[in-house]
């Protein structure tokens, strides 16, 4: 089953573009110490906040690579998560 890019407007497939890279929203640790499950818990809320998507759907929906690298896009994701 291909995957699909969840940014809006891309039509990225996984079948298609051999050469994307697909990844995962984070997902919280909860088996480590709880300044970092806090760590995680913060990290997988800005995933979802600026890929626009609520909790429940973000198991199955995976950004690709052009997404958010092409030109200043992964400058401007890796700014706005780190945050």
């Known amino acids: ?3 699909c890019c969840v940014v809006y407007g ?3 497939r996984s079948g ?3 050469n994307k ?3 995962r929203v984070p997902k919280v640790v909860v088996h480590k110490a709880e300044k970092f499950k806090k760590l995680t818990e913060e990290r997988r809320k800005k995933w979802l906040s600026n890929l626009h998507l609520r ?3 973000a198991e199955s929906s995976k950004p ?3 997404a ?3 030109s200043e896009g ?3 994701l890796w700014v706005t998560l780190s945050r």
């Open 74 to 76: 992964a400058l401007a």
């Open 64 to 66: 690709v690579s052009a």
């Open 16 to 18: 298609r573009e051999k």
């Open 21 to 23: 890279r697909f990844y």
């Open 55 to 57: 909790s429940g759907g």
């Open 10 to 12: 891309c039509s990225n």
């Open 1 to 3: 089953m291909p995957v």
């Open 68 to 70: 958010t690298t092409s």
